[in-house]
């Protein structure tokens, strides 16, 4: 008999923005593999016998490989359980969701993706910043920032993102922001553009400018979102 596999977006870290199919599927789960940013409450609502595997990644320290975890959720799934591998955000926002969901169909694993509120949109909106805005910007752009942006493993066209006008969202990119910031304005984008620097789920909010962030943000580690952009001003307007 062959079991089945949910890959659950558990969005921004808050359990109730977990989606109601997602909540169903944890429900009726045998099996949960769950990542660092999950929203790791949840899982004292399991039932007592289910068997739960962190699997999270923290930078440079990872307790699973990724093909581990797949081999694991297919292992799983075949043996007749109800996998559900829980990440943080949205699967398919730099979730590696894609590539569990085609190691499963490789595999010929039955398996549904889950959405989550991808914490791009969902934590600055916590901060009080839309990233986008009538009058303001009808552009938004999410990248990572995991690679230097000078690094050659960086995929990002940093020179038509700076040239524009449009919101920035950068995830994974704390260590290199001041890189960042600095290739941003080296592109083209003004100094004085306004950035956020969220963290904690928006507990703790830096604001500063391209050419100020470097020192403003100094303290904060991940993980954190970076909104670049004039709608981080909406802040002063919007924050609760």
Do not use: N
């Amino acid at each position: 008999m062959t079991g089945h596999v949910a890959i659950v977006g558990g969005g921004p870290g808050d359990p109730g923005l977990l989606t109601l199919r997602g909540f169903d599927l944890l429900k009726q789960a045998d099996v949960v593999l769950v990542d660092r940013l999950a929203p790791r409450s949840l899982l004292d609502a399991l039932r007592p016998d289910v068997e739960v595997v962190d699997v999270g990644k923290e930078p440079h320290k990872h307790r699973r490989s990724q093909r581990e975890i797949e081999a694991l959720m297919i292992d799983r799934a075949r043996r007749g359980l109800r996998v559900v591998r829980l990440k943080g955000g949205d699967p398919y926002v730099f979730g590696r969701g894609g590539e569990e969901a085609l190691a499963c169909a490789a595999a010929g694993v039955p398996y549904e993706v889950v959405p989550g509120v991808t914490s791009a949109v969902a934590v600055p909106e916590l901060a009080g910043i839309p990233v986008t805005h009538r009058g303001v910007t009808q552009e938004v752009t999410i990248v990572s920032g995991h690679a230097h942006p000078d690094s050659p493993e960086s995929t990002v066209d940093w020179d038509r993102l700076a040239a524009g006008t449009g919101t920035i969202v950068v995830l994974m990119g704390v260590t290199h922001l001041t890189a960042i910031a600095s290739r941003l304005v080296r592109g083209g984008r003004r100094g004085s553009t306004p950035v956020a620097v969220i963290a904690d789920s928006a507990a703790r909010v830096v604001v500063a400018t391209l050419d100020t962030v470097d020192c403003a943000a100094d303290g904060i580690g991940p993980p954190a979102v970076v909104v670049v952009g004039d709608v981080v001003a909406l802040r002063d307007l919007l924050a609760s």
